[in-house]
C-alpha cells in the first residue's frame, strides 16, 4: 500500500538491558518496538536487534492490516443499501 513501506530500521540502546528499533516508514510515520535484553542475551547483540525489530514489526502489522480494513470498508456499500426490496 503507497506509503506505508520501510524505508529504514533504527536501533538504539536504551540504558543497560533495552534496545529500541524504530521503522521509519515513506509517509514520515515511525513505529517503535522495544526488547529488555535477558540474561541469556547478554552476550549476543545481533539477538537483541532481532528481537526490538520483531517487536516494531508486530505493531507495523497490526497498523498496516487496520489500514487495510479500513480501505475495505470504505468500498462496501452502506448496510442500508444492502437490504433495499
Given at each position: 500500500?503507497?506509503?506505508?513501506?520501510?524505508?529504514?530500521?533504527l536501533?538504539?540502546?536504551i540504558?543497560?538491558r533495552t534496545?529500541?528499533?524504530v521503522?521509519v516508514?515513506e509517509n514520515?510515520?515511525e513505529?517503535t518496538?522495544?526488547?529488555?535484553?535477558?540474561?541469556?542475551d547478554?552476550?549476543?547483540?545481533?539477538?537483541?536487534?532481532?528481537?526490538?525489530?520483531?517487536?516494531?514489526?508486530?505493531?507495523?502489522?497490526e497498523?498496516k492490516?487496520?489500514?487495510d480494513?479500513?480501505?475495505?470498508?470504505?468500498?462496501?456499500?452502506?448496510?442500508?443499501?444492502?437490504?433495499?426490496?
Amino acid at each position: 500500500m503507497k506509503g506505508y513501506n520501510i524505508l529504514e530500521e533504527l536501533y538504539v540502546s536504551i540504558g543497560h538491558r533495552t534496545m529500541a528499533c524504530v521503522l521509519v516508514l515513506e509517509n514520515g510515520y515511525e513505529i517503535t518496538g522495544t526488547h529488555c535484553i535477558d540474561m541469556i542475551d547478554l552476550i549476543n547483540e545481533d539477538r537483541w536487534k532481532q528481537k526490538a525489530f520483531h517487536a516494531a514489526y508486530d505493531k507495523y502489522i497490526e497498523m498496516k492490516n487496520a489500514v487495510d480494513r479500513q480501505v475495505l470498508f470504505d468500498y462496501l456499500p452502506e448496510r442500508s443499501e444492502l437490504y433495499v426490496k
